[in-house]
């Protein structure tokens, strides 16, 4: 690094696992004073743990801090800020029922024999808002203002608790309308013209272009590189974003045109004008038995949206769907499970495991649920067809009476998978069912997606990472703000899907 | 790993390990410090002693923590159990007791041994009153979707002006024998209510564990998000368990009433829910929902009446009985938390390094 004394903070080879992911591999980031620097990636990329390590929140594994050229050990949240660095989080962590001054000043009050000075605190907070352009009534409660507001007093009080070198900001636009973001990007130039660093997490791409000087990409805990962002396209920031990577998958394309035979004439699935304001625009869609459907698109484009409302998770506000030529009427996972839909949602934290159940009962819960509690399995049934998906799915497990949550995560999407094909579907949405797996388990999910295609089942397949949707698929639907906005069913590239991801703005 | 750390472990990690060794020390104790504890003596043709008393007396907390261990397993918490209780005893009483309503009745009359309704009504009346009382906590919780505490804090206040209405704010006594065998009787030698307790046991254990309901109540308790996904109804399940908990609370009720032979809706059951909640953490269920053991609540259920006999047996002053089982419950919370389980491993496993 030929000019590492303008670095105001430097990051090296920061490596950090948690339980079954590697969140980030030696991923090195670097801060200029007075730049703006866009940390962008999909989710589970590793934006957030970068921010943690940066902010004290979580210990990396290996690697060097260095702030203003001095080797650090950031300890805490409270050393953070001691240190300078600042953070303003997505969700504002202030006192909604305190007044504006006080939130600002918490801590730091101007005090005189104990007693605290009012008049000389509300002037001070006054004064920093000033700075951030903003005038209002210091002394009102901070509910009292809307959101922006409430995020310029966060930043007032992050600039205002040390001498503040570094400002993360971390989604600060999330829930900011068109004018109170340009509002905010005033902020941030005017705070960078007075030699700030700040950090810019966000995945609006299209407001990384409009204010960062440089930006760092990072994919599955990987730095993919960092960019003056004027240099780089649009188009290439999201291949990057996504990834591709190159693969030998002869035998998986062999696959792939076997299955593709097998699709048959009748749509297995239909759903028609579908839609749930606020959650995804009416669509018409149709599912083969024998295909793979890939959805390609965006965080935020529709596609789990999609794929929860055709599993039943919300009731649409408008549309149909018919499933082997029967009207749907009861729209809950109990009754599409009755149906024959499956559905491998996207957290599998949250949504997929029961953590502190064993690898058998998390295998047979749904096929049970389908059951009915009455009709228990017997211990022999349930030990039968465990042990028939750890074998079929190379689970690797020392027992079926293991807690899942001692699996690595491969392994735990893999448990989630052998649920629902325990079920015996005819549809099966898999919501990204390889984010944050090892390579070797990523190959094995997609074969085993083409494999049941060849048997006959209808596949949604979602994925972030385009080589994947094109790799399995059969057929492409392309998504964006909610729409679906293209369908490939021929022989298709990346650059063609990424521009219909991307839009005409690109 | 050598075989004795290894059985450790798994000795360790069982359910019922930890409330089976709070027994084992109370037990303890008893033996050194209470003399005639393991007397048993045959009177009236029945056995007697303190651990039949214990027996006896446990087995309305046996029952009403039988309840409350699924509720608890789902997530949830029922304060109404006392309140519940009261209203059961003061159904069951106002149907035998000809006493109803301020109806002047001449005291020759009053202490007949008789009954206005026949007893099998009022058992079935009292039982069906407080199976409803479970189904409206159930309602609340799982259909209007109200915190469990604050839905159960309802009818654990109201649940006794109920029990007052009932019994039009009277406590009612009862002198009809034949109802006096729930809580008094003694089939076999031993006392009847803890047969009673032996079949509710026996039939929810069967209901949650010979069907899948045990394994969808512990799903729901760990994550009720992901078992919705999987298709499980969590509002079902939840309604089934405050319901079981309302019947186990109203059993607790009859056999309560009958061995006091009079209903007091402002004293029965009172502060039963705690002593329920408490047997459920005793016996190792999360107050976070989860895996849950029956048999292991109802071993933390004689582990709090074993104390509270003790304390008559060796003669502590009322007053000052609270705050001893304040302390011993102490402990025994203490030896619960990682912390002291993980100092007790490493020092288990470093003797068994050095023998």
Redesign the interface.
Known sequence: MADADSNLLQLQGISKAFPGVQALDNVDFDLKSGEIHAIVGENGAGKSTLIKIITGVERADTGTIRLAGNEIEVKSPQHAQELGISTVYQEIDLCENLSVSENIMLGREPRKRGRIVWKEMHKQADEALRHLNVSIDVTEELSDYSIALQQMAAIARALNISSAKILILDEPTSSLDTHETEELFDVMRQLKEEGLGIVFITHFLDQVYEIADRTTVLRNGKLVGTFQTETLPQLELISKMIGRTMWDFDDMAQIKLTAGKQIGDEPLLEARNLGRIGTMSPFDLDLFSGEVLGFAGLLGSGRTETAELLFG?YKPDSGTITMADMPVKDFS??S???RGVA?C?EDRK????????TVR?NII??M??????????SRQQQYELADKYIEMLNISTPSADQAVKNLSGGNQQKVILA?WLATNPKVLILDEPTRGIDVGAKAEIQKIVLELADEGMACLFISSELEEVLRTSHRIIVLRDKNMVAEFTDEVDEQTLMEAMAGSAS | MNDSTFSWHRLRDSQLFWPLLALALIMLFNLIFTPNFYNIEIKDGHLSGFLIDILNRGSILMLVAIGMTMVIATGGVDLSVGAVVAISAATATVLINPALANQLISSEELIQDVTRTPLWLCVLAALTVSTICGIWNGLLVSRARIQPMVATLVLMVAGRGIAQLITNGQIITVYYSPYFFIGNGYLLGLPFSLYIVAIVFLIVWLFAR????G??V??VG??A?????????EQNIKLIVYTLCGFCAGVAGLIYSSNVKSADANNAGLDLELDAILAVVIGGTLMSG??FSLLASVIGALFIQSVTTTMYAVGVPAMAAMAIKGVVVLIVVLLYSDQTKNVLTHMIERVGVGS
């Open positions: 998770i996972p109990q599409s499970i009755g559905f949602p949250a949504e997929g495991i029961i953590d502190d159940l009962e819960l749904a049970q649920s389908n059951q009915g509690w009455v009709r228990r399995l649920r | 010979r069907t899948a309901f394994l969808f512990e799903s760990i994550n998000r992901s078992s919705f996904f999987s298709g499980i109804n989860g895996r």
